[in-house]
């Protein structure tokens, strides 16, 4: 470890050749799939989702009441335990138990967001069973120190918090495992980051370690050039700068959080988009070719505006675009048009689309 001056001139902690590595909830689904991905996790600091569909069915169990679908929850994560089947099983299923009690607590009172927070927590435990039966120390970290001061917003003392509670076990050789997602309030309950939140944690821990990387780990093998619900023929994109890439995730791209990458700018980190075993996805770095890398579609609320927003992602020089924007961003990252129907925005979105991938040629 060592420290560098930020272009801020902020002194910053530097980790070196250490990874972030994000584990999406769309990849878990068993305990098989935790024992598969466990073995790509040795030597980072772990941040985990709920398994597949696990969130929704928290929120709908806090929303109508319905402890069945806790229940459904608890067991889901209890046979994906067994199936791990670590040497110290009685005490993972013990924490499993605790966790569901908290759930069970704040359940009773109606409590969504609390209740929502459950499975990440519950993930990152049999995540850190499922490490430690390969033979990788580990232990979950259901607190790592952020602190939301209101919904969604991060505490400038996170930092100092979470260097505090991983930095003695990442020294000691031992993997942290974090549930993403979450935060603690001041009283200390669990609220979350709002949608995508397990992203934006990776990318808060790697500022606050000074990580070299972050992996987003996910069912696609990177970042498309456009939404494929909507996009006949997207491309995989191979590199885009951080601001790019903020800009992307702010206009809803891939459904990150739209805070993801924030946290990534102005440092040294890069992050990388990919499966799990692929060795091709979407590179995030300092820089990347100039041109247009992506079509975003999305709600103009976002810009306040009304209707829906399509925007070019890239640097481009505004006299090569094949339309007259309405608006940009300030950094001339993207630039777009507002229409007052979802039809027009989509059909404008497909025409652009072909644009950028010729102009990629």
């Given at each position: 470890m060592s420290l560098f001056i930020d272009p801020n001139g902020n002194t910053k902690l530097w980790l070196g050749d250490y990874s972030i590595c994000k584990v999406g909830g769309s990849l878990l689904r068993s305990g098989l799939d935790f024992m598969r991905l466990a073995s790509i996790m040795d030597g980072c600091v772990v941040v985990i989702s709920a398994m597949k569909g696990v969130t929704d069915k928290l929120m709908r169990a806090a929303q109508e009441g319905r402890r069945e679908d806790l229940a459904d929850v608890l067991g889901s994560y209890e046979d994906a335990l067994r199936y791990i089947a670590p040497s110290d099983y009685v005490r993972y299923s013990s924490m499993l138990d605790i966790i569901g009690g908290s759930a069970r607590r704040y359940l009773s009172v109606g409590d969504v967001d609390a209740v929502a927070a459950h499975g990440e927590l519950l993930s990152a435990t049999v995540m850190a069973a499922a490490l430690e039966a390969r033979g990788t120390r580990s232990t979950a970290v259901y607190d790592p120190g952020i602190v939301l001061e209101r919904p969604g917003g991060v505490s400038g003392l996170s930092g100092f918090y979470v260097r505090q509670r991983l930095l003695h076990l990442i020294e000691r050789g031992v993997t942290p495992v974090v549930p993403g997602f979450i935060g603690w309030t001041p009283d200390g309950k669990p609220a979350t980051l709002g949608r995508g939140g397990s992203d934006y944690t990776a990318s808060l821990l790697a500022n606050y370690l000074g990580a070299s990387r972050v992996f987003f780990y996910t069912d696609v093998p990177g970042i498309y050039s456009g939404d494929p619900n909507i996009i006949g023929n997207p491309k995989v994109i191979n590199?885009?700068?951080?601001?790019?890439?903020?800009?992307?995730?702010?206009?809803?791209?891939?459904?990150?959080?739209?805070?993801?990458?924030?946290?990534?700018?102005?440092?040294?980190?890069?992050?990388?988009?990919?499966?799990?075993?692929?060795?091709?996805?979407?590179?995030?770095?300092?820089?990347?070719?100039?041109?247009?890398?992506?079509?975003?579609?999305?709600?103009?609320?976002?810009?306040?505006?009304?209707?829906?927003?399509?925007?070019?992602?890239?640097k481009v020089d505004p006299r090569d675009l094949p339309f007259n924007p309405d608006f940009k961003d300030s950094n001339g990252n993207a630039f777009g048009k507002v229409f007052d129907d979802e039809e027009r925005a989509v059909e404008a979105a497909k025409e652009l689309h072909d644009w950028v991938i010729s102009w990629a040629r």
């Open positions: 590199c885009m700068n951080v601001e790019e890439a903020y800009v992307f995730s702010a206009m809803g791209g891939k459904k990150f959080h739209p805070r993801t990458f924030e946290p990534l700018i102005g440092t040294r980190i890069t992050a990388f988009i990919t499966s799990p075993g692929s060795t091709s996805g979407t590179l995030i770095s300092k820089k990347a070719g100039a041109g247009p890398k992506a079509v975003a579609l999305f709600d103009a609320l976002r810009i306040g505006r009304r209707g829906r927003a399509v925007a070019i992602i890239g």
